[in-house]
């Protein structure tokens, strides 16, 4: 179901999908937790003594950059018609976690579901904000920059969602990558109509992709906090 969203006439514009860079030309970069608790818990993993480190069982917290890396992935599976579009979900989801993979230190890689359930998380955060990025653009009319939409935006965000408790959206390079992407806006319209139908209906829905992550994405997790001032001062 494709999907376009119109502001005072003017259409929506679909850049086109770039691969992500690979994590060997880069630094390592701050970490991002998810709960809060889950930092407490489970140690940081050093990502500074090499590539070829042997991977631990302990907990290795998402940074921002591989979030991008994993959605970029999730695009590039999506998108690639050599790959076919009939494959299962296994498939999908293993297909991507080979390509994620490739461009990861060894002591950092993640298996399929490890990268399914933190696209569900990433990218329901990630819609949220951009579904408020859109009320900002249709409430705020004239006069109005970008910068000042992106402000509203964040009002709007903690505003619309105050059950949930997210606090401040920090995912802004995950945003700024997916907010264009044709497959990316219809896929996650595609959700939000499954789950007005099935809370209309109350109707258990088949087991495809789409119903599988939509009984993923109801359950919204605690999202990346801003970093404190110990972390920063270390």
Partial sequence: MSQQFIFGGEPSLYAPFR???????RESEDEFATPNSAKESSPIINVDSGEDAPRTE???????QEDVRMMSFWLL???DSTMGADRKNDQYWSDVEVTYNETTPKNRTRNAKQIKDRFHEVNRWTDL????WLK???VYTSGYSDQKWIEKDHVFYIQDN???KLGPFVLMEVWNTVKTEAKWITYNAGLK??????????EKEGENEGETDLDDQ??????????????LKN
């Avoid at 691969?19 to 030309?25: A, L």
Wanted: net charge positive.
């Fill in 19 to 25: 691969p992500p860079q690979t994590n060997q030309d």
């Fill in 58 to 64: 302990k907990r290795i917290f998402w940074t921002q």
């Fill in 77 to 79: 599976n999506s998108t």
């Fill in 129 to 132: 904000f951009h579904s408020a």
């Fill in 136 to 138: 900002a653009r249709m």
């Fill in 162 to 164: 105050e059950k949930l």
């Fill in 193 to 202: 109509a499954a789950r007005k139908r099935k809370g209309s209906c109350n």
């Fill in 218 to 231: 109801d359950k919204v997790a605690d999202q990346p906090r801003p970093m404190g001032q110990k972390l």
